[in-house]
């Protein structure tokens, strides 16, 4: 009953983000089948800042949501992204990777067979920078619950070691500092490599609380399960790898 209602919940919050979005609910399942659009998907590329740089840059875009990640610039972003012809818009919530909101991004620019070119600026630092971004073809791969069964485990870059189950979709797992993780993961569309994830963390003082974002499943060598979360007061990215035998 509670996972139909989940369902009926998000059929509800993607039609009212997006028209174009069809909906088509299975039977056993309750997947929901989102339609593809052109920005929709796996996004890998570089920015820039007042010249500095190259930082990479890793986003999902689904829909009119998207998350991403820079691993050299330290941060995170949550945000929405939207297109008019070949024009591209976003605008990011920026945080410290692993931490707290610090700024918000808007950019613009132009989306074409298969790379986003655009500039930004941050709206309380005033930072401009350029970015591109190429399409990935992971995106193009199945996403399936049965592909996340099993243990996986993180070490961020400050030494925290994290362990999650997951099972039927169902997130379960603790940290080494005892922060305990639990929620879930669902299918947006079966066709594509992108999921949603809803974490809840406790027994972690002011980390404590339920974040919300993107995720997918990087099988390029070893398999990883990238996920970036957020909420109104931290952001966190996950590279999960999957463990042997599972």
């Not at 069964?149 to 030494?159: A, C, I, P």
Request: hydrophobic share 35%.
């Amino acid at each position: 009953m509670i996972r139909a209602l989940s369902v009926l919940m998000l059929i509800a919050l993607i039609s009212a983000c997006s028209p174009q979005i069809a909906r088509e609910v299975a039977s056993e399942t309750e997947q929901i089948a989102v339609q593809k659009t052109q920005l929709d998907g796996i996004w890998v590329g570089s920015f820039d800042i007042r010249g500095r740089g190259p930082y990479d840059f890793y986003a999902i875009h689904v829909g009119e949501r998207s998350t991403a990640v820079s691993h050299k610039a330290k941060a995170m972003c949550v945000g929405q992204v939207s297109q008019k012809e070949d024009y591209y818009y976003a605008k990011y919530n920026l945080y410290v990777l692993d931490g707290s909101p610090f700024d918000y991004a808007r950019l613009t620019g132009e989306i074409k067979d298969g790379q986003i070119q655009s500039h930004f600026t941050t709206l309380n630092g005033g930072d401009t920078g350029s970015m591109q971004l190429n399409y990935s073809d992971l995106y193009d791969q199945p996403s399936s619950l049965e592909l996340l069964e099993g243990e996986w485990s993180f070490t961020d870059r400050d030494g925290l070691a994290f362990n999650i189950t997951i099972e039927a979709g169902a997130i379960s797992g603790a940290d080494s500092d005892d922060c305990k993780y639990a929620g879930n993961v669902s299918l947006i569309n079966p066709q594509y490599n992108a999921y949603n994830v809803v974490l809840q963390i406790s027994n972690c003082d002011s980390v404590n609380g339920e974040y919300e974002g993107l995720s997918y499943i990087d099988d390029k060598g070893s398999v990883y399960f990238r996920v970036d979360v957020g909420n109104e007061s931290y952001g966190f990215h996950y590279d999960f790898k999957k463990s042997q035998g599972s």
